[in-house]
């Protein structure tokens, strides 16, 4: 059965007082607070990368003459009649290139 998250906590932080000794209960709320703000970091990261994947989604169809190619030496380039616009070791970079070069394409 699946647990929220506050339960895996409330487990932590009792194993944690175990292992500390129970007079060291504060050391086990100060761990769980490290452990829940390492999260919210992460789950803020997720939102940023999940918000410029929506701009460049978002710029790439209002560009619908654009396409992507995979060079075997290893990159990516987005591609407008055949020119190269932008290029990038990763499709986010050469498609991020192409939008500081012309977002009017």
Do not use: P
Not at 9 to 17: G, K, S, T, V
Not at 24 to 50: F, H, T, V
């Amino acid at each position: 059965m699946a647990r929220t998250r506050e339960e895996q906590n409330n487990e932590l932080r009792e194993e944690l007082a175990s292992a500390l000794d129970y007079e060291n209960l504060s050391q086990a709320d100060w761990i769980i607070k490290e452990i829940e703000e390492a999260e919210q970091r992460g789950y803020e990261w997720a939102r940023a990368e999940c918000a410029e994947d929506t701009k460049r989604l978002d710029w790439l169809g209002g560009n619908v003459t654009l396409g992507a190619r995979f060079f075997l030496r290893g990159g990516w380039a987005a591609m407008h009649n055949d020119t190269v616009i932008g290029y990038g070791e990763t499709l986010r970079s050469a498609i991020d290139a192409a939008m500081k070069g012309d977002e009017n394409v």
